[in-house]
C-alpha cells in the first residue's frame, strides 16, 4: 500500500457522519454547561456568610417595653451605636426598641415578638480594648431595669469570656458592662469595669 493511500482521506459519507455526530455532542455539552450555571448562580448569590469572632449580647426581661441600646468602642475610638450601625470591624445586627415595632401582622393577624435582644457581631478584631456600655434609652417605669450582657468568642470554639447583669435606672442611665483587651493571637488580655461614658463622647463629636 502506497504512503498516499495509507494518509488519504475517507469518503464523504463518513465525514458528514462525524460532524454530525461531533455536533450534537457539542450541544448536548453546551446546554449541560448552561444548565449548570443556571443551578449554580442562586446558590451563589443566595449564599451569606455569618463569618464573627465574637458575638456581643444584651438581653432585658420579655414582653418588657423599654428600649435598652448597646454602645461600643473599638482600640481605633470608634463607637458603633444605632445611629451608626457599622464600623468596618463591628456589626449591630439586632437593634431592638422595646415593644415598639415588637408586633408583626401575618396572614391578617398580630404576632408578637416577645423577645428584647440587640446582638453585636465583630466580623474581626484589631489588638486594644473595647468598652461594651448599655443605654436606657427609653423608659416606662420607676424601678430599675436588669439587663444581661455576655460576649462570646467563637473561634476555634465558643467561650464565654464575659456575663454579667446591670441596673439601669431610667431614661439616659449609662453603664460599663465591661472593658476587654485583646492581644495580637485574639484571646483575651485583661477585663474591667471601669466606668467611661460613650454618649457623652458621641454628644461631644456630633456638636463638634
Known sequence: MSSRARFSRPPASNDAFTDLLFNAL????????????L????????????????????????????????????????????????TGIMHLDRDDRGSLQDQLVIDGKKVSNPINQETVSLRSWIPGEYVVNVLHY?????????????????????KIIYYGVHKLNGVGTERTATRFVLGNDG??????????????????NKAG
Open 187 to 204: 484571646e483575651t488580655l485583661d477585663i474591667s469595669d471601669l466606668q467611661k461614658s460613650l454618649i457623652k463622647r458621641i454628644s461631644t
Open 39 to 86: 443551578m449554580a448562580v442562586p446558590e451563589q448569590t443566595g449564599k451569606v456568610d455569618n463569618k464573627a469572632e465574637y458575638i456581643i449580647t444584651a438581653s432585658w426581661p420579655d414582653n418588657h417595653p423599654d428600649d435598652v441600646d448597646i454602645l461600643v468602642e473599638d482600640p481605633r475610638g470608634q463607637i458603633l451605636w444605632f445611629s451608626n450601625k457599622d
Open 26 to 37: 457539542l450541544g448536548f455539552a453546551f446546554m449541560f454547561f448552561i444548565a449548570f450555571i
Open 138 to 158: 427609653q423608659s416606662n417605669y420607676n424601678r430599675p431595669l436588669p439587663v444581661s450582657v455576655k460576649i462570646e468568642k467563637l473561634n476555634p470554639k465558643v
